[in-house]
């Protein structure tokens, strides 16, 4: 039986990404030792004005630093023998932006949603209702324009995901709030769905308070299994999430913060709640809706390799900017970890040590500039110092 017709042709978009050429980009096999030549590899991620060009995502690649010709580096390149940092010129070198002063933050614009409908904001701890919205309405198009100097702006609306739940996604977000309101930024975070309140353990929006106490901490929804929001509200009896609904709410926060921190639940394809059509919609789909960047949390361990490179691969893969962050980089680090943290260096921006979570709220909030890149208003600036300290 003849296939049918629509499946003989990839998607346009499919064939002009990297991801899909049948040989890898010259970039991929780039020897190590240019990584160490380049200052692109150690450095710390600046602001900067370069935009991605729409039609060729980056794919696995790391963001082209302003400094460097080539493309980037994927992750799953041949790996050159995992360096100790003693012999890692890429660990070894930091981008000298010590001494540089944090960037005064600019608000970053928030067009306001097309619906001629008032938004609704749910309150917190509760559940919204569904927005009356027909089948008929055409989705809202994801906004076309992009904060200029994406993606190493990192103000306005900005979401975290994880490569799976329980990486430390909270203690993360608790994090770079911190960052961000010790740099003087108006910091809200928001939790779209929390579930599994009925586990006894505290919300993410009570940790990221204790941790962090930004100015607004929000959780749209609760429910009570500890399952995928979609999940949980169904077996719930609950109304699902409205994408739109948290679209609306994140607006509202984003129209008097500096920066809104928005936590997704376990990974970024989970399943979150109903479009107004009945479709599922995830985390990635709140991403392209908003036009947020996004950060991508990830353990330091074995296995994060591929993780890290699937949850990129579907971002780039929708033209959404990702960096990613360490949730936990273990107290005494193995082979393993070394191995880790001189693959994802290109993408990081920010590792966070064990036990951070466990922390006196004041030295947490002392501490968070320190795992964080200027990117994310810290002052990390140095992966191997950085590791060498922390481990
Ligand atoms: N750096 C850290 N220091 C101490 N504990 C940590 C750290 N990172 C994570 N944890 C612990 O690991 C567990 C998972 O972390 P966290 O709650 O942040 O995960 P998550 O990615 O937010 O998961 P979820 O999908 O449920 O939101 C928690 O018990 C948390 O206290
Ligand atoms: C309850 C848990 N801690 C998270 N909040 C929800 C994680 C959902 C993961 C769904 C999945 O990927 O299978
Ligand atoms: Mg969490």
Do not use: C
């Not at 023998?81 to 614009?109: F, I, N």
């Not at 749209?220 to 709410?249: N, Q």
């Not at 004041?362 to 110092?385: E, I, K, Q, Y």
């Amino acid at each position: 039986m003849e296939p049918p017709t629509h499946r003989a042709e990839p998607p346009a978009h499919r064939v002009e990404s990297p991801a899909y050429r049948a040989e890898p980009p010259a970039h991929r096999v780039e020897p190590p030792a240019h990584r160490a030549e380049s200052p692109g590899w150690s450095a710390p991620l600046q602001r900067g004005s370069r935009r991605l060009p729409p039609e060729e995502p980056p794919g696995l690649t790391p963001p082209p630093h302003p400094e460097r010709s080539g493309g980037g580096h994927g992750l799953p390149v041949a790996t050159p023998p995992p360096r100790r940092p003693e012999s890692d010129p890429l660990l070894a070198h930091g981008g000298g932006h010590a001494t540089e002063p944090v960037p005064v933050p600019q608000p970053v614009e928030s067009p306001a949603p097309e619906e001629p409908e008032e938004p609704r904001e749910p309150e917190a701890g509760t559940t919204p209702e569904p927005t009356p919205r027909t089948t008929s309405e055409p989705d809202p198009a994801p906004r076309e324009k992009r904060a200029p100097g994406h993606p190493d702006e990192w103000l306005g609306i900005v979401l975290v995901t994880g490569t799976d739940t329980e990486v430390g996604k909270t203690i993360t977000t608790a994090a770079m709030a911190s960052a961000a309101q010790d740099a003087g930024l108006r910091v809200a975070v928001i939790k779209p769905g929390q579930t599994g309140i009925n586990t006894g353990e505290p919300t993410d929006a009570e940790v990221v308070t204790r941790l962090a106490g930004p100015e607004t901490v929000r959780t749209l929804a609760e429910y009570p299994e500890p399952l995928s929001p979609l999940a949980a509200a169904r077996v719930a009896g609950m109304p699902a999430l409205d994408l739109f609904d948290v679209v609306d709410a994140i607006r509202a926060e984003a129209e008097k913060h500096d920066l809104v921190l928005v936590e997704g639940a376990g990974g970024l394809l989970v399943p979150m709640g109903l479009r107004p059509s009945g479709e599922p919609w995830t985390f990635a789909d709140l991403a392209t809706t908003l036009g947020a960047n996004m950060i991508v949390v990830a353990r330091a361990g074995l296995g994060t390799l591929n993780h890290t490179a699937l949850t990129l691969e579907a971002l780039n893969r929708r033209g959404v900017p990702a960096r990613v962050i360490l949730g936990a980089w273990p107290g005494e680090p193995e082979l393993v970890h070394w191995a880790n943290l001189s693959e994802l260096v290109p993408h990081l921006v920010g590792a966070l040590p064990q036990g951070a979570g466990s922390m006196d709220p004041g030295v947490f909030r002392r501490s968070a500039p320190g795992w964080l890149t200027p990117a994310l208003h810290g002052v990390l600036d140095n992966w191997r110092v950085w590791a060498e300290e922390a481990g």
